[in-house]
């Protein structure tokens, strides 16, 4: 089994900053794509970012120069870094990976349980 633990959620003013920390445990023998997704109430989950395990990055269109996505494979741990935050960021926001637990079983995509982000003055 796999664990996606998430951190760095909370309330920030519009025009602030925050890091989201998202750390992988479990049976792991290789991660594949990381990323972030958010949802906000009423509306469905979207994507955020993704990176690759070489480090190749997407973003979104509504966050593209504001947000950036990294990650330590040595450590199984995804960041989103995010700045410039606007209200309409307001969401709550999960980690998503791809994960094989063994060389010879298949790709399997996990869940972080969600961490709040609120912006607002």
């Known amino acids: 089994q796999v664990q996606l633990v998430e951190s760095g959620g909370g309330l920030v003013q519009p025009g602030g900053s925050l890091r989201l920390s998202c750390a992988a445990s479990?049976?792991?023998?290789?991660?594949?794509?990381m990323g972030w997704y958010r949802q906000a109430p009423g509306k469905q989950r979207e994507l955020v970012a993704t990176?690759?395990?070489?480090?190749?990055?997407t973003y979104a269109d509504s966050v593209k120069g504001r947000f950036t996505i990294s990650r330590d494979n040595a450590k199984n741990t995804v960041y989103l870094q995010m700045n410039s935050l606007k209200p309409e960021d307001t969401a709550v926001y999960y980690c998503n990976a791809g994960v094989r637990a063994s060389s010879g079983s298949s790709l399997r995509g996990y869940w972080g349980q969600g961490t709040q982000i609120t912006v607002s003055s």
């Open positions: 990176i690759t395990s070489g480090g190749t990055a």
């Open positions: 479990g049976s792991i023998f290789s991660i594949l794509g």
